[in-house]
């Protein structure tokens, strides 16, 4: 990202602060089996079946927002499709600005992109999002 003064930065890995939104890389079908889709499934009221977007577990009140970055069949989208749902994501953030949202590295672990590849999507997004130290 080409402004780290205006951002703030977390360790890859960690978990996110109490009450903010867990961001992860999700598919086109709404599976989330693996990495952090699993995590958010597990921990951050991610939706079986809810390919992107906000979701929040009505009892925890965790919530988590999906960013697709591989399709139904579990294919790697291509790096315009991530922004186009990217750029999505960058909207609601600057919707809701009484939001924090935590971003996992979405598309650059099991969709095998490189931080390069993804980061510089996120360039002019809301100071709302904790990005990964590696962007």
């Excluded at 903010?20 to 958010?40: I, L, M, P, Q, T």
């Excluded at 906000?54 to 139904?72: H, W």
Aim: net charge neutral.
């Amino acid at each position: 990202m080409s402004n780290k003064t205006s951002y703030q930065f977390h360790q890859d890995g960690t978990t996110p602060p109490n009450g903010y939104v867990f961001v992860f890389g999700s598919n086109e079908a709404g599976r989330h089996g693996k990495g952090a889709a699993k995590a958010a499934a597990d921990h951050y009221g991610a939706i079986y079946g809810v390919p992107e977007g906000y979701m929040e577990d009505s009892v925890t009140k965790r919530a988590s927002y999906a960013i697709p970055t591989k399709n139904r069949q579990i294919s790697t989208l291509s790096l315009d499709e991530i922004r186009h749902h990217v750029d999505r994501f960058k909207q609601f953030a600057k919707n809701h600005p009484e939001k924090q949202f935590f971003m996992t590295r979405i598309g650059c672990v099991l969709a095998g992109y490189q931080n390069e590849d993804i980061a510089p999507m996120f360039a002019g997004a809301t100071d709302n999002i904790n990005f990964p130290e590696d962007w």
